[in-house]
């Protein structure tokens, strides 16, 4: 059997290195350790929402569904399909997680709502509702901010796609 550890370049993973007791190459040790100069023509900003702000519309949207008496999952992510937090009500449906994730997912990726895409998911041929991780049910809003989506918020578990959409969106709305 074979064991394999993977160590991200960067500061403390000489530490963690040491830590775990394994010998890094001189050469490895100095490149880790060297700071490379990186040109600003490089790099890219992305914007993201902040930590206090992927709370207040996860609770927003929560606190929502929980006024009418529903019991959801709540997951907003961030423009890379990271989920940076995901709710569950108690007594939501297991199905809800992933229902509510994937809506987020789709409201990210194409900066709409999945209400207003699932018209186009239809068909008998090949359309958007292929793309794997995708659900074109309403419950899901995208945070657009100058235009361009950098955030999603999911909502699955209400009777309707129209309820869950009206969670997700009360949520985007605690962002304003």
């Given at each position: 059997?074979?064991?394999?550890?993977?160590?991200?370049?960067?500061?403390?993973?000489?530490t963690a290195a040491g830590a775990l007791g394994i010998a890094l190459p001189a050469?490895?040790?100095?490149?880790?350790?060297?700071?490379?100069?990186?040109?600003?023509?490089?790099?890219?900003?992305?914007?993201?929402?902040?930590?206090?702000?992927?709370?207040?519309?996860?609770?927003?949207?929560?606190?929502?569904?929980?006024?009418?008496?529903?019991?959801?999952?709540?997951?907003?992510?961030?423009?890379?399909?990271?989920?940076?937090?995901?709710?569950?009500?108690?007594?939501?449906?297991?199905?809800?997680?992933?229902?509510?994730?994937?809506?987020?997912?789709?409201?990210?990726?194409?900066?709409?709502?999945?209400?207003?895409?699932?018209?186009?998911?239809?068909?008998?041929?090949?359309?958007?509702?292929?793309?794997?991780?995708?659900?074109?049910?309403?419950?899901?809003?995208?945070?657009?901010?100058?235009?361009?989506?950098?955030?999603?918020?999911?909502?699955?578990?209400?009777?309707?796609?129209?309820l869950d959409e009206k969670y997700a969106a009360a949520g985007a709305a605690a962002?304003?």
């Amino acid at each position: 059997m074979s064991r394999r550890l993977a160590l991200t370049v960067g500061a403390g993973a000489l530490t963690a290195a040491g830590a775990l007791g394994i010998a890094l190459p001189a050469t490895t040790a100095a490149a880790v350790t060297a700071t490379p100069a990186v040109s600003v023509r490089s790099t890219v900003e992305v914007r993201t929402l902040t930590d206090d702000a992927v709370m207040r519309a996860a609770q927003a949207a929560l606190a929502a569904a929980t006024k009418d008496g529903q019991k959801v999952s709540v997951v907003v992510m961030d423009r890379s399909g990271v989920v940076r937090i995901a709710l569950h009500s108690t007594g939501a449906g297991p199905q809800t997680d992933e229902s509510a994730e994937q809506k987020a997912f789709t409201a990210v990726s194409f900066g709409q709502a999945t209400s207003a895409l699932a018209a186009r998911a239809g068909g008998d041929g090949p359309s958007i509702r292929d793309i794997p991780g995708t659900l074109f049910l309403g419950g899901g809003v995208p945070v657009v901010v100058d235009g361009a989506p950098i955030a999603g918020i999911g909502v699955g578990g209400a009777p309707s796609g129209d309820l869950d959409e009206k969670y997700a969106a009360a949520g985007a709305a605690a962002l304003r």
